[in-house]
């Protein structure tokens, strides 16, 4: 059965594998530690047993939240993992005002989660994303009341 928790900084090698295994460019052990040393910054791991199946990191500043990164290992994705995560994520934060995160224009699947979740897009960041090819992909962000995810869920 996969679980959800809340994880602290001593699983930090643990994360930085997982996004590794999600993003081509995924943070590094120190890039991963920087991230999690944050102010306001929790992290959510879920795990197959001894298996880590995805993770989800996310940043509380005020009244307002930040989703900072989602990703689910390719052997768990099409489960619900990813939409499980990024609940998780506003369920710490049920007070915020908002949720935000920002997303590559080029990521079908994470457009068609956001998007079936409720979030809506708020605004667009021309050419933010350098891919490691060089090439330039716009950022669209995206955003929702914590309190909505819960009524689509
Ligand atoms: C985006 C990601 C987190 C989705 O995780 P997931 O566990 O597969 O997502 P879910 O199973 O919760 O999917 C929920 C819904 O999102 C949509 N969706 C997810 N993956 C999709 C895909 N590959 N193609 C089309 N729709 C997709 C579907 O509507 C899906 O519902 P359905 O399976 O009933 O059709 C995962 O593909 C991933 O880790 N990608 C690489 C990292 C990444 O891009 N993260 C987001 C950065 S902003």
Same mark, same amino acid.
């Given at each position: 059965?996969?679980?959800?928790?809340?994880?602290?900084?001593?699983?930090?090698?643990?994360?930085?594998? /997982?996004?590794?295994?999600?993003?081509?460019?995924?943070?590094?052990?120190? +890039?991963?530690?920087?991230?999690?040393? +944050?102010?306001?910054?929790?992290?959510?791991?879920?795990?197959?047993?001894?298996?880590?199946?995805?993770?989800?990191?996310?940043?509380?500043?005020?009244?307002?939240?930040?989703?900072?990164?989602?990703?689910?290992?390719?052997?768990?994705?099409?489960? $619900? /993992? $990813?939409?499980?995560?990024?609940?998780?994520?506003? +369920?710490?934060?049920?007070?915020?005002?908002?949720?935000? /995160?920002?997303?590559?224009?080029?990521?079908?699947?994470?457009?068609?989660?956001?998007?079936?979740?409720?979030?809506?897009?708020?605004?667009?960041?021309?050419?933010?994303?350098?891919?490691?090819?060089?090439?330039?992909?716009?950022? /669209?962000?995206?955003?929702?009341?914590?309190?909505?995810?819960?009524?689509?869920?």
């Amino acid at each position: 059965m996969i679980e959800l928790r809340v994880v602290d900084r001593a699983y930090g090698v643990v994360l930085s594998e /997982l996004h590794r295994e999600c993003f081509p460019d995924g943070w590094g052990v120190a +890039s991963m530690d920087e991230v999690l040393r +944050s102010p306001g910054v929790y992290a959510i791991l879920a795990a197959d047993g001894e298996a880590a199946a995805g993770l989800a990191l996310g940043r509380r500043v005020a009244d307002e939240a930040e989703l900072l990164t989602v990703g689910v290992a390719p052997a768990f994705r099409r489960r $619900g /993992l $990813g939409f499980a995560l990024v609940r998780a994520v506003a +369920s710490v934060v049920p007070l915020a005002r908002k949720l935000h /995160l920002e997303v590559a224009a080029d990521n079908p699947p994470a457009l068609t989660l956001y998007r079936m979740m409720g979030f809506e897009q708020v605004g667009r960041r021309k050419d933010y994303y350098r891919r490691l090819d060089g090439r330039l992909v716009d950022a /669209l962000t995206f955003a929702i009341e914590p309190r909505k995810i819960a009524a689509v869920a």
